[in-house]
């Protein structure tokens, strides 16, 4: 008898019984289930700026109901062999002990890779009806089969241990739960436990093969961790040998058996410290946004001084985040983090960053700078500018009737001005006709709604300032500027003298000229936004006709698709406006226009930014702290801020398709629906019903 026959015994006792087919149906019908309401979320939430990975909670998904039924699939392996009696006769054979553990741990790895197989159904149909990211598939079905060895080799030890197969079933899935959930409250055990239970957790090392990453350590970690499984249950085993012997031999076995299981946690820990400080990950996505940019590794390289972030954030938040922030420390040996549960410690979050609606702090050399998102990008330009000390200066131009930072009044921008404040910007406020030069300091002009228009000379300093690499903002109202408009004509913006109404889209205490804008979620300035944004009294601003060599446009908001721009503002006022087709321009009205100049090759100057709104009463006292109104300003001074580009977005591969699965038709739905949770099941359930009867009638 060798270890094949083991394995050929233990299938054919697995699928001659009914059990099994119950086992796998069971298994499909809730996947199958899951993969359904899965692909329904993600069609929904398609293009809304929520992320949603279809994979990674599939993959999820299918691990907890591996957690549940395979203690089924190993409660039978020793316990009723022992029950049964029929393990004194498996003994008796010409085979090793650990021949016979090996060959029922296969046999059980074969059931295991049949359940996975029969989920590859998920992929191949959406595979008709999207892109499918190969790579993070594979990736995930490793992990997948990674966790279940796991899984299975627990069971098997529990097994080993009892003659009661429920009570085996029941003991793993209570084992295995615990260690499954061993890290949700870390944050009550102290730093040093919480990084020891973090190391131990099956859920924290199975995530990152559910985004596409296989990292050494959690290669090591499943696979050492089922290794001291088999090891403890081959101690198991052979501890038959102890019975009889007198109670001096049976102390020295006890002694030797408890031992050897010394040796095998210690092996265990040698083996997975060394691996935790020095470990190889390969990032598998398409898009490789698991990997730091060579520009994010010299920002990190360049970090001499401590640097500590701190996250304000949700329980559910928690892991992906300091995944981030572990590559960022791998690479940068003064980084450090705290993270902040909003649901437990809100008081602690208020205090560190009062007010402000921030995801996050870094703070270096006594300075601290806020961010919104905890996104690389973000993150790192963060550290970039904190460790190069440079100031964020933001100077409001006045002398031509421009909103008042000191006003508290309804009119006033003191809010705003405050809020730039707690945004690290110094914030000043001075009268500009072109004639003084621009501080060095400055990094963004705003000209917030001027009521009369700007000199020549004025305009023409802002002009060279902005494509000399300098960052201009402009709000513009409802006023006739022939100025203003000529000058960024040049620009191919185009301003129009008109007021924007739209009678649907806005809110229910608000009249039709102060529509809600749509914005643009696919720019970095607004990607983040939470909420929608208001424009009181609106003018348009749009792309203009003739475009200029060495610039690029980009639309930031527009109203809705009912609104139009109308010249006749005394019919706008009095709420009688109609629409007049040649004379209005119809919507949705373009409101909001970045505009970039890029740099010259030869010139060491960065980019120049203006964006240029038809708008600023969005931003004054009365109207800031509505909907996303501040959240929309600071987001486009901070933009204008950064000194440059520090890490680009990623080029994507070719033929990568990264957009989402905007629709699913009726007929695609069905057909994924009644195939995975359906049919698929039903054949293998008809399967162990024809298993039963051919026993029954055949036999």
């Given at each position: 008898?060798t270890?094949?026959s083991?394995?050929?015994?233990?299938?054919?006792?697995?699928f001659?019984?009914?059990?099994?087919?119950?086992?796998?149906?069971?298994?499909?019908?809730?996947?199958?289930?899951f993969?359904y309401?899965?692909?329904?979320?993600?069609v929904?939430?398609?293009?809304?700026?929520?992320?949603?990975?279809?994979?990674?909670?599939?993959?999820?998904d299918?691990s907890?109901?591996l957690?549940?039924?395979?203690?089924?699939?190993t409660?039978?392996?020793?316990?009723?062999e022992?029950?049964?009696g029929?393990i004194?006769?498996?003994?008796?054979?010409?085979?090793?002990?650990?021949?016979?553990?090996?060959?029922k741990?296969?046999?059980?790895l074969?059931?295991?890779?049949?359940m996975?197989?029969?989920?590859?159904?998920?992929?191949?149909?959406?595979a008709?009806?999207?892109?499918?990211?190969?790579?993070?598939?594979?990736?995930g079905y490793?992990?997948l089969?990674?966790l279940?060895a796991?899984f299975l080799a627990?069971?098997?030890?529990?097994?080993?241990?009892?003659?009661?197969?429920?009570?085996a079933a029941?003991?793993?899935?209570?084992l295995?739960i615990?260690?499954?959930?061993?890290?949700?409250?870390?944050?009550?055990?102290?730093?040093?436990?919480?990084?020891?239970?973090?190391?131990?957790?099956?859920s924290?090392?199975?995530?990152?093969?559910?985004?596409?990453?296989?990292?050494?350590r959690?290669?090591?970690y499943?696979?050492?961790?089922?290794?001291?499984?088999?090891?403890?249950?081959?101690?198991?085993?052979?501890?038959?040998?102890?019975?009889?012997?007198?109670?001096?031999h049976a102390?020295?076995k006890?002694?030797?058996?408890?031992?050897s299981?010394?040796?095998?946690?210690a092996?265990?820990?040698?083996i997975?410290?060394?691996?935790?400080?020095?470990?190889k990950?390969?990032?598998l996505?398409?898009d490789?946004?698991f990997?730091?940019?060579?520009?994010a590794?010299?920002?990190?390289?360049?970090v001499?001084d401590?640097?500590?972030?701190?996250?304000?954030?949700?329980?559910?938040?928690?892991?992906?985040?300091?995944?981030?922030?572990?590559?960022m420390r791998?690479?940068?040996?003064?980084?450090?983090?705290?993270?902040?549960?909003?649901?437990?410690?809100?008081?602690q979050?208020?205090?560190?960053?009062?007010?402000?609606?921030k995801a996050?702090?870094v703070?270096?050399?006594g300075?601290?700078?806020?961010?919104?998102?905890?996104?690389?990008?973000?993150?790192?330009?963060?550290?970039?500018?904190?460790?190069?000390?440079?100031e964020k200066g933001?100077?409001?131009?006045?002398g031509?009737g421009?909103?008042?930072?000191?006003?508290?009044?309804?009119?006033?921008?003191s809010?705003?001005a405050s809020?730039?404040?707690?945004?690290?910007?110094t914030?000043?406020?001075?009268?500009?006709?072109g004639?003084?030069?621009?501080?060095a300091?400055?990094?963004?002009i705003?000209?917030?709604?001027?009521?009369?228009?700007?000199?020549?000379?004025?305009?023409?300093?802002?002009?060279n300032?902005?494509?000399?690499?300098?960052?201009?903002?402009?709000l513009?109202d409802?006023?006739?500027?022939?100025?203003?408009?000529?000058?960024?004509e040049?620009?191919n913006?185009?301003?129009?003298?008109?007021?924007?109404?739209d009678?649907?889209?806005?809110?229910p205490?608000?009249?039709?000229?102060?529509?809600?804008?749509?914005?643009?979620?696919?720019?970095?300035?607004?990607?983040?936004?939470?909420?929608?944004?208001l424009?009181?009294?609106?003018?348009?601003?749009q792309v203009g006709?003739?475009p200029a060599?060495?610039?690029?446009w980009?639309i930031?908001?527009?109203?809705?698709?009912?609104?139009w721009?109308?010249?006749?503002?005394?019919?706008?006022?009095?709420?009688?406006?109609?629409?007049?087709?040649?004379?209005?321009?119809?919507?949705?009205?373009?409101v909001?226009?970045m505009?970039k100049?890029?740099?010259?090759?030869?010139?060491?100057?960065?980019?120049?930014?203006?964006?240029?709104?038809?708008n600023?009463?969005?931003?004054?006292?009365?109207?800031?702290?509505?909907?996303g109104?501040?959240d929309?300003?600071?987001s486009?001074?901070?933009w204008?801020?950064?000194?440059?580009a520090?890490?680009?977005?990623?080029?994507?591969?070719?033929?990568?398709?990264?957009?989402?699965?905007?629709?699913?038709?009726?007929?695609?739905?069905?057909?994924?629906?009644?195939?995975c949770?359906?049919i698929?099941?039903f054949?293998?359930?008809?399967?162990?019903?024809?298993?039963?009867l051919?026993?029954?009638?055949?036999?």
């Amino acid at each position: 008898m060798t270890v094949l026959s083991i394995v050929k015994r233990e299938l054919n006792s697995y699928f001659t019984s009914f059990i099994i087919y119950v086992v796998l149906a069971v298994f499909l019908i809730i996947s199958g289930y899951f993969f359904y309401t899965n692909l329904v979320m993600y069609v929904l939430f398609a293009g809304s700026g929520v992320s949603i990975d279809l994979w990674e909670y599939m993959f999820n998904d299918i691990s907890y109901m591996l957690l549940l039924l395979l203690p089924l699939v190993t409660m039978r392996l020793f316990a009723e062999e022992k029950k049964l009696g029929t393990i004194e006769l498996l003994f008796t054979c010409p085979l090793r002990d650990a021949d016979i553990l090996f060959g029922k741990y296969l046999a059980s790895l074969l059931v295991l890779a049949l359940m996975l197989f029969l989920t590859a159904l998920y992929p191949l149909l959406f595979a008709r009806i999207h892109f499918l990211d190969v790579p993070i598939l594979l990736t995930g079905y490793a992990g997948l089969f990674l966790l279940g060895a796991c899984f299975l080799a627990c069971g098997i030890l529990i097994s080993s241990l009892t003659e009661n197969q429920i009570v085996a079933a029941l003991t793993t899935v209570g084992l295995l739960i615990v260690f499954w959930f061993i890290d949700r409250n870390e944050g009550s055990a102290g730093e040093y436990a919480a990084r020891i239970l973090q190391n131990v957790s099956l859920s924290r090392h199975f995530f990152d093969f559910t985004v596409g990453v296989i990292d050494t350590r959690n290669l090591m970690y499943f696979i050492t961790v089922s290794c001291a499984c088999l090891l403890l249950t081959l101690i198991s085993l052979q501890s038959r040998m102890w019975q009889g012997v007198s109670l001096k031999h049976a102390g020295l076995k006890t002694l030797g058996r408890f031992g050897s299981i010394a040796i095998i946690i210690a092996a265990l820990i040698t083996i997975n410290v060394p691996g935790n400080a020095y470990h190889k990950q390969f990032d598998l996505t398409p898009d490789k946004r698991f990997t730091l940019s060579e520009q994010a590794l010299e920002v990190l390289a360049s970090v001499r001084d401590p640097v500590n972030i701190s996250v304000f954030g949700k329980k559910e938040q928690r892991r992906a985040i300091e995944d981030l922030l572990e590559r960022m420390r791998d690479n940068c040996p003064h980084m450090t983090h705290t993270y902040i549960d909003v649901d437990k410690n809100l008081a602690q979050a208020e205090v560190l960053k009062g007010t402000n609606e921030k995801a996050g702090m870094v703070e270096y050399q006594g300075h601290r700078e806020y961010v919104v998102s905890l996104s690389e990008e973000e993150l790192l330009k963060t550290i970039y500018f904190l460790t190069r000390g440079q100031e964020k200066g933001a100077w409001f131009t006045t002398g031509h009737g421009e909103k008042d930072l000191a006003s508290t009044g309804k009119d006033g921008f003191s809010d705003v001005a405050s809020a730039l404040q707690s945004d690290n910007f110094t914030v000043t406020q001075g009268v500009f006709d072109g004639t003084q030069g621009i501080s060095a300091s400055t990094r963004i002009i705003i000209i917030a709604g001027p009521e009369h228009d700007f000199s020549a000379a004025a305009l023409a300093a802002i002009g060279n300032y902005f494509e000399q690499g300098g960052r201009v903002l402009l709000l513009i109202d409802p006023v006739p500027l022939p100025h203003l408009r000529a000058f960024l004509e040049r620009y191919n913006v185009e301003i129009g003298y008109d007021i924007v109404v739209d009678t649907d889209n806005r809110l229910p205490d608000m009249d039709e000229l102060t529509p809600i804008i749509h914005i643009n979620r696919e720019h970095p300035i607004s990607s983040d936004l939470r909420a929608a944004v208001l424009f009181p009294h609106a003018c348009s601003v749009q792309v203009g006709t003739h475009p200029a060599a060495g610039f690029t446009w980009e639309i930031l908001g527009q109203s809705g698709r009912r609104s139009w721009a109308e010249r006749d503002f005394a019919s706008a006022y009095n709420k009688t406006a109609q629409y007049q087709d040649g004379i209005d321009l119809r919507g949705p009205v373009q409101v909001g226009v970045m505009v970039k100049k890029v740099p010259d090759k030869k010139n060491t100057t960065q980019e120049g930014r203006m964006v240029v709104l038809g708008n600023s009463r969005f931003a004054v006292n009365e109207y800031v702290n509505i909907l996303g109104n501040k959240d929309f300003i600071l987001s486009i001074t901070n933009w204008l801020a950064e000194e440059k580009a520090v890490i680009s977005a990623r080029p994507v591969p070719q033929g990568y398709q990264s957009a989402p699965l905007h629709s699913l038709t009726e007929a695609e739905g069905r057909l994924v629906f009644w195939s995975c949770v359906v049919i698929e099941p039903f054949l293998i359930f008809c399967m162990g019903f024809g298993v039963i009867l051919w026993r029954r009638y055949a036999c």
